[in-house]
């Protein structure tokens, strides 16, 4: 299961005499497996221990490799999600460090998706006199759908903002392209995520 091939292979990545881009570019993905896990976990107080081991390989991942996108956005969301998990105020509070996260990790590089995601999660979750906008939120989604039509997360995403904002059309139309996409990346996260959340919206929408 996740928690022991996570655990095996922190053991493993004890080996110094490997690559250090090797071992950030591990830590990264351990760091995304602990977000994985931590949504999956149940209660809070089980979450957000599972996150900060997700924040703590994501600062190992930029230790070894300071120019890992992966490595600077993994480790930030984890601790989005700890601050998710302790309440919206932490969220407000933290937004900054947040955004400064995820920014430094589009600098590295353009195309990492899951950054403008979350960039805009944090602008649609914030009220507009915390500095959040829907627009600006609306327009991180479509920019990674413009440099990748088929990345099923932002899809996903873009539902559910659709829905929020009641346009129950294009919430319905972004959830049935989750559905529908052939050529599905990444292809684990449509199997077992994305396809399920797009389920919901639309059966929340019913």
């Known amino acids: 299961n996740l928690k022991k091939a996570v655990e095996l292979y922190e053991v493993a990545l004890k080996d110094e005499s490997v690559d250090k881009k090797i071992r950030a570019a591990a830590y990264a993905d351990i760091s995304r497996a602990y977000l994985r896990w931590g949504d999956l976990e149940k209660g809070n107080d089980a979450k957000i221990a599972i996150y900060e081991k997700g924040q703590a390989a994501g600062k ?56 403008r995601n979350t960039l805009g999660e944090i602008d649609h979750s914030l009220p507009g006199v915390a500095g959040g906008s829907d627009d600006r939120a609306e327009k991180f989604y479509l920019d990674v759908m413009k440099r990748d039509p088929h990345f099923t997360p932002t899809m996903v995403l873009l539902a559910r903002f659709y829905k929020d904002k009641g346009d129950d059309d294009k919430a319905k139309e972004w959830a049935q392209k989750v559905l529908d996409e052939k050529n599905a990346h990444p292809y684990n996260d449509w199997v077992k995520f994305d396809k399920r959340d797009a389920k919901a919206v639309l059966n929340e929408l019913k």
């Open 60 to 115: 190992k991942a930029e230790a070894l490799d300071p120019k890992s996108a992966a490595a600077v956005f993994w480790g930030t969301a984890n601790l989005a999600c700890v601050f998710r998990t302790r309440g919206v105020m932490n969220s407000l509070v933290r937004s900054g460090d947040l955004k400064k996260g995820m920014n430094r990790a589009l600098e590295l590089d353009p195309n990492f998706h899951w950054a």
